[in-house]
């Protein structure tokens, strides 16, 4: 294990079909005002809305609705929770959706009371908090993001054609997230897959960098193995509860900064993936697989040992009669025949991308230093070509 780091998560989860149950208890934490925020009406379809309401109204809350939240939230949406958050004075904001109102939540919980621009404060420069912050707590309804358990909170500026993350500390974290797997169920195919493909390149990021013999990478590898083996049983039975639950599971512990310890992690594929987004608003678990493999087979060369240890190691590839080049390519090739057998997007021209946008995306991708090799701008429209062209 190289490296010096501090390790702690703050937020208390509650898992299980009865998680609800314990709602309550959280709520009587703080004080009567909260701000519910929910997406474009999922939860209301499904009869969460009904049941978290019912929690509400009878810890005695007075509640603030903010629905709306867009899949990949606007800078605009953020603007309008923040008014609701600060007219209203709330004590606490009440997340109930995926991975899109969590990370909204967190930016209205540091925005609403900052001096100044909230997306140049905290997308743009990269400020940190330095005033009140609302605390957030979450019902979580789709699994993927991992945002339950973390400080990520990606918002998106069309007007700039940028989407950025910003990756807050213990105090932006949800201080609760209920998980129920139940409450998965009903959520699009579509939506399921790219969440499930999500969860794995979240692994990914973390696992692609470094040389040492670390701890994380065999974390790594049993978390893989564990999403793969829940997806195939779940894009069959989707109401599986074994299978929505282990995967729910994974993707708390893929994006909770556990598997990140004493690793550089690489996120370029997130990089990639964000301005794909920025360009054409896709699904973001799509945009990542839609650039995934061209990234891949770009930067194999560079960390080749790490890939064929990849395919034995969560695809049981047998490697003794390979060579290592042979093995790392032997498990891109697992991998590109997972993607499809769970079927997510494997060219960005599906997702809208088209040649002229090419330049702009390069743009707007963020090159990282933590992975096998830095790109270049040149290589970044290589690999979209690529995929435009898969
Ligand atoms: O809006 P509603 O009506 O609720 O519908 C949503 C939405 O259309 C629907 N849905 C959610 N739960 C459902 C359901 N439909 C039926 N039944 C349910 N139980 O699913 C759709 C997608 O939801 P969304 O929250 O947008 O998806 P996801 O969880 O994938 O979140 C995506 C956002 O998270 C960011 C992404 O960039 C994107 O903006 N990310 C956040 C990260 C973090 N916090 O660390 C890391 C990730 O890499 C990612 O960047
Ligand atoms: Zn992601």
């Given at each position: 294990m190289l490296g010096n780091f501090k390790y702690s998560n703050p937020t208390r989860l509650y898992f299980g079909d009865d998680a609800l149950s314990f709602l309550p208890q959280e709520l009587s934490n703080y004080g009567p005002r909260v701000m519910l925020t929910y997406g474009g009406g999922s939860i209301k379809r499904n009869g969460i809305y009904d049941e978290v309401i019912r929690c509400l109204r009878e810890a005695g809350k007075e509640v603030f609705e903010d629905p709306g939240v867009m899949s990949n939230p606007t800078v605009t949406k953020l603007y309008e929770g923040c008014s609701i958050a600060r007219e209203n004075d709330v004590d606490l904001i009440l997340a109930v959706g995926g991975g899109s109102t969590i990370d909204y939540a967190k930016a209205v919980s540091v925005s609403a009371w900052c001096d100044g621009d909230p997306w140049e404060k905290y997308y743009l420069r990269m400020e940190e908090p330095d005033n009140r912050i609302i605390p957030v707590g979450s019902v979580l309804t789709?699994?993927?993001?991992?945002s339950e358990m973390n400080g990520g909170s990606v918002i998106t500026n069309h007007e700039q054609m940028r989407k950025i993350g910003h990756v807050f500390g213990d105090n932006v974290m949800p201080k609760f997230s209920i998980l129920n797997p139940k409450y998965t169920f009903t959520v699009p195919r579509y939506q399921m897959v790219a969440g499930i493909y999500d969860i794995f390149n979240h692994i990914c990021e973390q696992y692609f960098s470094g040389e040492d013999d670390n701890t994380s990478d065999y974390l790594s590898e049993a978390l893989m193995k564990s999403v793969v083996h829940a997806s195939r049983i779940a894009v069959k039975d989707p109401e599986n509860y074994e299978a929505r639950s282990n995967l729910m599971w994974c993707a708390t512990w893929a994006l909770n900064t556990l598997i990140a310890k004493g690793k550089t992690t690489d996120w370029e594929v997130h990089m990639i993936g964000q301005a794909v987004g920025a360009y054409t608003d896709a699904t973001h678990g799509m945009t990542l697989a839609a650039v995934s493999l061209p990234y891949y087979r770009h930067i194999l060369p560079y960390g080749e040992a790490k890939f064929a240890r990849f395919a034995g190691?969560?695809?049981?590839?047998?490697?003794?009669?390979?060579t290592q080049r042979e093995a790392a390519e032997a498990g891109l090739k697992a991998l590109e025949d997972w993607m499809r057998e769970i079927g997510v997007v494997m060219s960005v021209k599906e997702l809208g991308v088209t040649e002229d946008m090419l330049e702009g995306i390069a743009d707007a991708t963020f090159l990282l230093q933590g992975g096998y090799k830095v790109l270049t701008r040149d290589e970044v429209i290589a690999i979209l070509r690529e995929s435009l062209n898969a």
């Amino acid at each position: 294990m190289l490296g010096n780091f501090k390790y702690s998560n703050p937020t208390r989860l509650y898992f299980g079909d009865d998680a609800l149950s314990f709602l309550p208890q959280e709520l009587s934490n703080y004080g009567p005002r909260v701000m519910l925020t929910y997406g474009g009406g999922s939860i209301k379809r499904n009869g969460i809305y009904d049941e978290v309401i019912r929690c509400l109204r009878e810890a005695g809350k007075e509640v603030f609705e903010d629905p709306g939240v867009m899949s990949n939230p606007t800078v605009t949406k953020l603007y309008e929770g923040c008014s609701i958050a600060r007219e209203n004075d709330v004590d606490l904001i009440l997340a109930v959706g995926g991975g899109s109102t969590i990370d909204y939540a967190k930016a209205v919980s540091v925005s609403a009371w900052c001096d100044g621009d909230p997306w140049e404060k905290y997308y743009l420069r990269m400020e940190e908090p330095d005033n009140r912050i609302i605390p957030v707590g979450s019902v979580l309804t789709m699994v993927g993001t991992g945002s339950e358990m973390n400080g990520g909170s990606v918002i998106t500026n069309h007007e700039q054609m940028r989407k950025i993350g910003h990756v807050f500390g213990d105090n932006v974290m949800p201080k609760f997230s209920i998980l129920n797997p139940k409450y998965t169920f009903t959520v699009p195919r579509y939506q399921m897959v790219a969440g499930i493909y999500d969860i794995f390149n979240h692994i990914c990021e973390q696992y692609f960098s470094g040389e040492d013999d670390n701890t994380s990478d065999y974390l790594s590898e049993a978390l893989m193995k564990s999403v793969v083996h829940a997806s195939r049983i779940a894009v069959k039975d989707p109401e599986n509860y074994e299978a929505r639950s282990n995967l729910m599971w994974c993707a708390t512990w893929a994006l909770n900064t556990l598997i990140a310890k004493g690793k550089t992690t690489d996120w370029e594929v997130h990089m990639i993936g964000q301005a794909v987004g920025a360009y054409t608003d896709a699904t973001h678990g799509m945009t990542l697989a839609a650039v995934s493999l061209p990234y891949y087979r770009h930067i194999l060369p560079y960390g080749e040992a790490k890939f064929a240890r990849f395919a034995g190691e969560v695809w049981g590839v047998r490697t003794e009669e390979m060579t290592q080049r042979e093995a790392a390519e032997a498990g891109l090739k697992a991998l590109e025949d997972w993607m499809r057998e769970i079927g997510v997007v494997m060219s960005v021209k599906e997702l809208g991308v088209t040649e002229d946008m090419l330049e702009g995306i390069a743009d707007a991708t963020f090159l990282l230093q933590g992975g096998y090799k830095v790109l270049t701008r040149d290589e970044v429209i290589a690999i979209l070509r690529e995929s435009l062209n898969a």
